[in-house]
């Protein structure tokens, strides 16, 4: 399909182009596995960085710290610029802080490309949801949204392992080199085959305050949060919580959670763009379910594994629609800052989630978590089931 089809004032396509949100879910595939890779390299990047493996989990720990501080302001800044040539730009930057990686043998140098590597992905978080959402019509905007979103759950279950292997065959530095020739590449992909989108205009660009208290926006930051919250406290600390069941084979739990998710977010595909608020009604509720199962009957391992595997398929679309939910609510054009505000609301959620699993881990035990889980996942729940105004409709409308 033509990108040329899609530019400021022509009809928007009514099939989805895949070409371009394939595009754009090998983004977020991109950004998530250089977030994460440097955890699984630590016994081999300490010794040629001549750091301690502590102070190399620090290269992942200031990604999300950049990431996380960077996604408003900078969202902000450059709202009224053209989207492709900022979306390029993001990924050239992280083709060029994980180069460095993939030469450097000075851990300050390293450290430093990961700071930029995080300003990187803060923008490209932002961008991605709204940018798929403008290159689909309003009843094809959910799914789209799942394509994109499918890059996360892929570079979690199948990418990080692959990342891990290639080091292990051929050194973690070809790892990284090989990131940063993906990201040259995905820029490439992006001129040809994503269409080019106007910033938002001067005159119709609201302050941040006030897309954060659009009709609906709260709400869904409200969820969002407590979501997140919940999820946190107890997959922060699943291997406590599997050895206190008596199961113990952490690594077997977490397989069955994220090949759930994967079945999740296709399900959830499907039924998005129809049926949005009773599937998330439905995953939320499930959610919470299974922590008041967990908190019962986790000692018996079918039911822990078949409990795990229900949580996944619910946590894993979760996203996708609250994301959707997020678009209707802003409207594709001030997507980016409500995705910024999203994002930020998103890594308070992981960041408070597990220091309160951890809090409730040493003074009640891991059979705490998951009852400490359970109200934070209902808030969200009844936040959804009262939202039936701006944030979560009986009917989706078409703005």
Not at 255 to 284: E, K, N, S
């Amino acid at each position: 399909m033509s990108t040329a089809s899609l530019v400021k004032g022509a009809a928007v396509p009514t099939s989805l182009p895949w070409s371009g949100l394939l595009a754009l879910s090998t983004a977020a595939f991109t950004a998530v596995m250089t977030e994460l890779l440097p955890a699984g390299l630590l016994p081999r990047m300490a010794p040629a960085l001549g750091v301690p493996e502590a102070r190399v989990g620090f290269l992942v720990t200031a990604y999300a710290v950049t990431s996380f501080a960077a996604a408003i302001p900078l969202t902000t800044l450059l709202r009224g610029l053209p989207r492709r040539p900022v979306l390029m730009g993001a990924l050239l930057g992280l083709a060029c802080s994980n180069a460095v990686v993939a030469l450097s043998s000075s851990y300050a140098l390293t450290f430093t490309a990961r700071l930029v590597a995080g300003v990187m992905g803060g923008m490209l978080w932002a961008m991605l949801v709204g940018y798929a959402a403008r290159m689909v019509p309003a009843e094809r905007r959910g799914r789209a949204i799942a394509i994109v979103l499918a890059g996360i759950t892929l570079a979690l279950s199948l990418g990080v392992p692959a990342g891990t292997a290639v080091a292990e065959l051929l050194g973690w530095r070809t790892a990284f080199g090989v990131l940063a020739g993906l990201a040259v590449l995905l820029a490439w992909w992006v001129r040809r085959r994503v269409p080019g989108f106007p910033g938002e205009a001067p005159g119709s660009r609201l302050p941040l305050g006030r897309v954060a208290g659009l009709p609906g926006i709260p709400a869904i930051l409200s969820v969002t949060l407590f979501l997140l919250l919940g999820h946190q406290v107890m997959y922060t600390y699943v291997a406590p919580f599997t050895a206190h069941a008596g199961f113990g084979r952490t690594g077997l739990v977490l397989l069955v959670f994220g090949a759930a998710t994967v079945a999740g977010i296709w399900l959830t595909g499907l039924l998005v763009d129809r049926h949005l608020r009773p599937t998330l009604l439905g995953a939320l509720a499930l959610c919470a379910g299974v922590m008041l199962t967990l908190g019962l009957w986790a000692g018996a391992p079918a039911v822990l594994l078949v409990s795990v595997a229900l949580w996944g398929a619910a946590f894993g679309g979760a996203p996708t629609l609250i994301q959707t939910a997020l678009v209707d609510a802003s409207g594709p054009a001030r997507a980016d800052v409500a995705t910024a505000l999203q994002t930020t609301v998103y890594n308070a959620g992981i960041a408070a989630g597990s220091l309160t699993g951890g809090v409730v881990l040493e003074s009640g035990g891991a059979g705490s978590l998951p009852w400490t889980a359970l109200p934070l996942i209902a808030a969200a729940l009844t936040v959804v089931a009262l939202g039936r105004g701006h944030a979560f409709p009986a009917a989706r409308g078409r703005p």
